[in-house]
Each structure stands twice: as structure tokens, then as C-alpha cells.
């Protein structure tokens, strides 16, 4: 009998030491591993015209990542305060300006249909009124990036040590949607720490812990 469980505990950490050689030499992935995923959101909101071209700041949007475990996700009225005036892309906007010129009319209002998203969860009319009786809706977004619930993570330690977003979620000013670009792993946090406590973030020395119950107490 002892034999026998002897067999399976080593037949056990067979597969898992296979599954992890799989992973690192054939991109398959371990459970919990999301490196790649890049959910469809309800609102086609893209980093790169909105963080890329437009340069807004990742904390005027995710201001709670200074003051909070969490970066959080913004309010739509975050959203209103540029698409109260923001209503389509210029090139929409242009055209149909041209369009009415040349049948001697005033333009229409041009909405997006991904802007309208908004008006509607808010439950805005055309004039950007309250609908009356009619409930708001919140935008159901989808998280990309998900830790396991015994591991602990706080963004303002991060922040207050000088680490830029991207260092842990690629260059998020380039992407259409974003996707997860690290494995955030165990051992990947590890290594970055040991890292900046050899090198330093932005040329300030930190002291990055690397015991267990950093993250896991």
C-alpha cells in the first residue's frame, strides 16, 4: 500500500513537471496562466487612440491605482467628461460637415456607435438629458488581468516606487484591445524584484521583498 502511494505522489509530480516543461517549450499554458487573453469588451475602447495618440495619463482614468490596492475601473462619468462633447471620430464629424455644405444645410450630430454605449448606460436622450424612468445600466467591462485570491498585490506600492504601467502590462498605448502580455507568474514577480533590487527603478535604489508573505499572509 505504501508503495502504491509512493507510485502516485512521484507519477504526480511527473505530469506537473512535464506540464511545466510543455508550457515553457510549446506555449501551452499551466491553469491560471492568462498570458494572451484579450477579452472582447462591451465598448470597443481602444488604448491606443485614448493613452497612444491622445497622451491621456493611465491615472486619469485609473486614478485609484495611486491610492488603492486595486487601479480600478472608471466610472462612465469619466467617459462624459470628454464625450459630452466627444460624440464620434473627427474624420465622422468632418465628413458629414462637408456632406452639409454641400447640401447647404446645417451639420447633423454625428454618435458613434461604441459612444452611444455610453449615453445608453447612462440612460442619456440625444441631448444628453436623463431619460426620465428609464434605470442606468453600468458598462459590464471584463478584467483582463486576474490574480489568484491567495495572492496579495497593491498598485500604490508599485506606483510610489517609480514602476511604470507597462512594466507589468506591456505597452498598453499600443494596443487596440488590451490583451495580458506577462504571465504575472509567481516566479516572474520574483525575478523583477530581485532585479530592481539589483539594478534599481529609475535609477533609485529600492529593497523589493522576496519572502513569502509579501504576497501570501
Known sequence: MRNRIVTIVLAVGLLFSLGALLAGHHGMR????QQGYAPRQP???SHRLHAGELQISCFYCHYAAQTSRHAGIPAASICMN???FVTAPLGAIRAEDEQA????????RVVSAEIQKIYD???LDADLKPIPGKARVPIAWIKVHNLPDFVYFDHRA???AGVACQR???AVETM???FQVESLAMGWCVNCHRKVNAIGVGGRRVHAPTDCATCHY
Open 43 to 45: 465598448i470597443a475602447f
Open 158 to 160: 508599485h506606483i510610489t
Open 82 to 84: 470628454c464625450h459630452r
Open 101 to 108: 455644405k454641400q447640401e447647404k444645410r446645417k451639420p447633423r
Open 121 to 123: 448606460a447612462l440612460a
Open 168 to 170: 507589468c502590462h506591456g
Open 176 to 178: 487596440e484591445r488590451v
Open 30 to 33: 499551466l491553469p491560471g496562466n
